[in-house]
């Protein structure tokens, strides 16, 4: 029991990553509290967790959602030890279709939302000596032509991170970032049936984006978050873990 009593928020927390990290550390001991816009699913990770969960249902784009949500932690378990930034918007821009209602939403959610819950939940997370795990993306480094607003979020946290790492080290607050690349997600699926893709699209996946021949799955992710939430990882903080199958930076793919 990794994470034994330690009281978990997790954002984005109905499905995907944020749900298989919110499961993953039920399982190792902690307590959580789910977020999601979802009141529906929400409510059915809560059951499937039992008493260890908790639902606060709420819209980052809202900059009083990250008091919120800090509050709905500490009413229903007492404090917070740590917390995942796991929600995001993934959505598709370019330079010719963004918009500047389009990018400020995406920064809203993306970027600031992390940054409003961080500055939330640091009285408790000092008090825990606690820490906070962003999960960034490989895009941060330059990212895809139709992710530009998306890219652009995620270098920004990335950013954020280390700098808090850097900031807040003294204080005994660690701050750690996944980077992580293709996941099959029951989101990333749904978008790409809508984008054409045959039903078990992933199955067929080209050996240039997944060389073990399938995609992460959520699981993988959570799996690596319990080391980083957990005290094995201490005093470690400010590092930027890539979490995808092949090197990003200084690739060179093979042909096929």
Known sequence: ???????????????GIGRAIAERC?????????????????????????????????????????DRIVDAAVRAFGGVDALVNNAAAVVRSNIDTTSAEHF?????????????????????????RGCVLNIGSVNAYSGEPDLLDYSISKGAL?????????????EQVRVNHFNVGWVLTPNEDALQRRLGQPERWHEHVSPAFAPSGRLLTPEHIAAAAVYWLSDE????????????????????PNKV
């Open 158 to 170: 990335m950013t954020m991170s280390r700098n808090l790492a850097n900031a807040l080290g003294a």
């Open 1 to 15: 029991m990794r994470l034994r009593d330690r009281v978990v928020v997790v954002t984005g927390s109905t499905t």
């Open 233 to 252: 990882s201490r005093p470690i903080s400010g590092s930027v873990v890539e979490l995808e199958q092949f090197p990003v930076i200084g690739r060179n």
């Open 104 to 128: 400020d939403r995406v920064i809203a959610v993306n970027t600031r939302a992390p940054l409003l819950l961080i500055r939330s939940a640091l009285p408790h997370l000092r008090k825990s």
């Open 26 to 66: 039920v399982a190792e001991g902690a307590r959580v509290l789910v977020h999601g816009r979802d009141r529906a699913a929400g409510e059915a990770v809560v059951r499937a967790l039992g008493e260890s969960a908790a639902l606060h249902v709420d819209d980052l784009a809202d900059p009083r959602a990250a």
